[in-house]
């Protein structure tokens, strides 16, 4: 059978969906035995690297080939040193499962874990050296079997006081069928699951007046710091009711027990992983936190009449890409001038639609606050009040140049250099079958205006990730299958070697 040939016809047929290329490279996977010749070796060559992470401590980054049009038998893990401005030098490459999509280091550089979609989507645990090189590791507890999906996002964390670490994994991202994964992860037995979302506190009833309807959350992040995971509504289908207006909600003019409503399509979820992990019970762990802000990222203003500028576009917000946590135990560092109003325990998310916006929302820790007390007082999935303060971090409606072009943010980062340290970002055009020949910036905040922040096009096409070492930028390729550098000196971007 001709996979490849058929991926490509499919991928003009449909056009462009991240979610759909990674089905039919499933289904390429499965039919690859319908041919007789036999597929080479990846050997140290680039196929695919949609994953990539960062070492805590060395110059090295972490490249998953997922190997999308099987040419290949395997993909593989590469480890790359990024320590001078010459290309990205090749330390090892280990082969690994096909289909690659996420990796998370632990930020003791003792382990890392990749993620990989194929037909049984897995966890796999990679031991890391003295010299950063990784391994997989031989014990059969370290590999993690998932259900059936696409793996989107992998995070581990160490919490303040938890002797094992935390691994949340999402799958089907940006779709009605997004689901979370919480497991403990213990390096001497392996993996506990403590949670997946919605199934272990929501499930549908036809005899709900509302409707039997789905709940989806996504783009989930952990302040270590506060304990907490947040992940964001990606909206419903078959919901029946009426939420009251958000200018409503803000002014208190709206009762919070209203049966015909349920916040809880329009909030964050909200997850005390303490509680969770102490064996609290999951409907007594978590609560949601509802979400609005206006066209221009901002809350509304209260007291004034609803068709006032700030309040005219002011609604629930349900549709997220990708977030990012600033915590004071997890981040490289604390963000300054021009983002230094980007406080700790804040979260940057970018928004899912024609207008990909960078939005800030601040508050997590009157979030875990208000939550822990509600939940110590009995309550079960208790629908927060406002804690979340919205403000814009990067707006494309300052970018004229963006106009009609939908775009996708699939990550943020840190990035420091110098005395600054500020948000970037990876921005990939999204048209219609055009896949694998998308054009990409990544972005770096150093104005409070999108259209003054550093940015740059590379000359790669078909950008699927980055990771950024230090003031170090390392984006990947799956349209041409290769790797670049790039550099950040503080107020401007500067390509570096290739690697191919």
């Given at each position: 059978?001709?996979?490849?040939?058929?991926?490509?016809?499919?991928?003009?047929?449909?056009?462009?969906?991240?979610?759909?290329?990674?089905?039919?490279?499933?289904?390429?996977?499965?039919?690859?035995?319908?041919?007789?010749?036999?597929?080479?070796?990846?050997?140290?060559?680039?196929?695919?690297?949609?994953?990539?992470?960062?070492?805590?401590?060395?110059?090295?980054?972490?490249?998953?080939?997922?190997?999308?049009?099987?040419?290949?038998?395997?993909?593989?893990?590469?480890?790359?040193?990024?320590?001078?401005?010459?290309?990205?030098?090749?330390?090892?490459?280990?082969?690994?499962?096909?289909?690659?999509?996420?990796?998370?280091?632990?930020?003791?550089?003792?382990?890392?874990?990749?993620?990989?979609?194929?037909?049984?989507?897995?966890?796999l645990v990679y031991r890391l050296g003295k010299n950063g090189i990784a391994t997989r590791s031989a014990e059969a507890f370290?590999?993690?079997?998932?259900?059936?999906?696409?793996?989107?996002?992998?995070?581990?964390?160490?919490?303040?006081?938890?002797?094992?670490?935390?691994?949340?994994?999402?799958?089907?991202?940006?779709?009605?069928?997004?689901?979370?994964?919480?497991?403990?992860?213990?390096?001497?037995?392996?993996?506990?699951?403590?949670?997946?979302?919605?199934?272990?506190?929501?499930?549908?009833?036809?005899?709900?007046?509302?409707?039997?309807?789905?709940?989806?959350?996504?783009?989930?992040?952990?302040?270590?710091?506060?304990?907490?995971?947040?992940?964001?509504?990606?909206?419903?289908?078959?919901?029946?009711?009426?939420?009251?207006?958000?200018?409503?909600?803000?002014?208190?003019?709206?009762?919070?027990?209203?049966?015909?409503?349920?916040?809880?399509?329009?909030?964050?979820?909200?997850?005390?992983?303490?509680?969770?992990?102490?064996?609290?019970?999951?409907?007594?762990?978590?609560?949601?936190?509802?979400?609005?802000?206006?066209?221009?990222?901002?809350?509304?203003?209260?007291?004034?009449?609803?068709?006032?500028?700030?309040?005219?576009?002011?609604?629930?917000?349900?549709?997220?890409?990708?977030?990012?946590?600033?915590?004071?135990?997890?981040?490289?560092?604390?963000?300054?001038?021009?983002?230094?109003?980007?406080?700790?325990?804040?979260?940057?998310?970018?928004?899912?639609?024609?207008?990909?916006?960078?939005?800030?929302?601040?508050?997590?820790?009157?979030?875990?606050?208000?939550?822990?007390?509600?939940?110590?007082?009995?309550?079960?999935?208790?629908?927060?009040?406002?804690?979340?303060?919205?403000?814009?971090?990067?707006?494309?409606?300052?970018?004229?140049?963006?106009?009609?072009?939908?775009?996708?943010?699939?990550?943020?980062?840190?990035?420091?250099?110098?005395?600054?340290?500020?948000?970037?970002?990876?921005?990939?055009?999204?048209?219609?079958?055009?896949?694998?020949?998308?054009?990409?910036?990544?972005?770096?905040?150093?104005?409070?205006?999108?259209?003054?922040?550093?940015?740059?096009?590379?000359?790669?096409?078909?950008?699927?990730?980055?990771?950024?070492?230090?003031?170090?930028?390392?984006?990947?390729?799956?349209?041409?299958?290769?790797?670049?550098?790039?550099?950040?000196?503080?107020?401007?971007?500067?390509?570096?070697?290739?690697?191919?």
């Amino acid at each position: 059978m001709e996979t490849p040939r058929m991926l490509n016809s499919l991928g003009q047929l449909f056009g462009k969906s991240w979610a759909f290329f990674i089905a039919l490279a499933v289904i390429a996977q499965v039919f690859s035995g319908c041919g007789k010749a036999q597929r080479a070796s990846i050997g140290n060559r680039i196929d695919s690297p949609i994953a990539m992470a960062t070492h805590p401590s060395l110059p090295i980054t972490y490249v998953l080939n997922a190997v999308l049009g099987g040419e290949y038998e395997t993909g593989s893990l590469q480890s790359f040193n990024l320590s001078s401005d010459a290309p990205p030098q090749l330390l090892s490459a280990q082969n690994s499962p096909r289909l690659g999509t996420a990796i998370a280091v632990a930020k003791t550089g003792e382990f890392l874990l990749a993620g990989f979609s194929g037909s049984t989507p897995e966890i796999l645990v990679y031991r890391l050296g003295k010299n950063g090189i990784a391994t997989r590791s031989a014990e059969a507890f370290d590999r993690l079997t998932l259900p059936t999906g696409r793996i989107g996002t992998l995070q581990v964390v160490r919490l303040v006081g938890q002797q094992n670490w935390t691994v949340v994994a999402s799958v089907a991202d940006r779709s009605f069928e997004a689901q979370i994964f919480v497991y403990q992860y213990s390096p001497q037995s392996g993996f506990r699951k403590l949670l997946s979302t919605p199934g272990d506190f929501y499930r549908p009833s036809r005899d709900n007046s509302l409707g039997a309807y789905t709940l989806a959350w996504g783009s989930p992040v952990v302040f270590e710091s506060l304990g907490v995971l947040a992940a964001f509504p990606y909206g419903t289908l078959g919901y029946l009711g009426l939420n009251p207006t958000a200018l409503d909600w803000l002014s208190g003019k709206a009762a919070s027990a209203n049966a015909m409503s349920d916040l809880r399509t329009v909030s964050a979820l909200v997850v005390d992983l303490n509680r969770l992990i102490s064996g609290s019970g999951v409907e007594s762990s978590l609560g949601y936190a509802p979400i609005a802000f206006n066209q221009e990222g901002e809350s509304a203003n209260p007291t004034a009449d609803a068709s006032s500028a700030k309040n005219s576009s002011y609604s629930f917000r349900t549709s997220y890409q990708s977030a990012y946590a600033i915590d004071s135990s997890s981040s490289l560092c604390a963000p300054n001038s021009p983002v230094a109003s980007l406080a700790i325990n804040t979260a940057v998310v970018a928004t899912n639609g024609q207008s990909v916006d960078v939005i800030a929302l601040s508050g997590f820790n009157a979030v875990a606050a208000q939550l822990r007390t509600r939940l110590e007082q009995g309550e079960r999935q208790p629908v927060l009040g406002n804690v979340l303060s919205p403000q814009p971090v990067s707006m494309a409606s300052q970018m004229p140049e963006l106009t009609d072009i939908r775009t996708l943010i699939p990550q943020f980062e840190l990035i420091q250099s110098g005395g600054l340290c500020t948000l970037a970002w990876l921005r990939v055009e999204q048209r219609r079958s055009s896949l694998g020949a998308e054009k990409s910036r990544i972005q770096v905040v150093t104005a409070q205006s999108a259209a003054e922040q550093a940015q740059v096009e590379s000359p790669l096409l078909g950008l699927a990730s980055f990771s950024v070492n230090g003031s170090t930028i390392l984006t990947g390729s799956f349209g041409t299958n290769q790797l670049q550098q790039f550099k950040f000196d503080g107020s401007k971007i500067q390509a570096g070697g290739l690697f191919q």
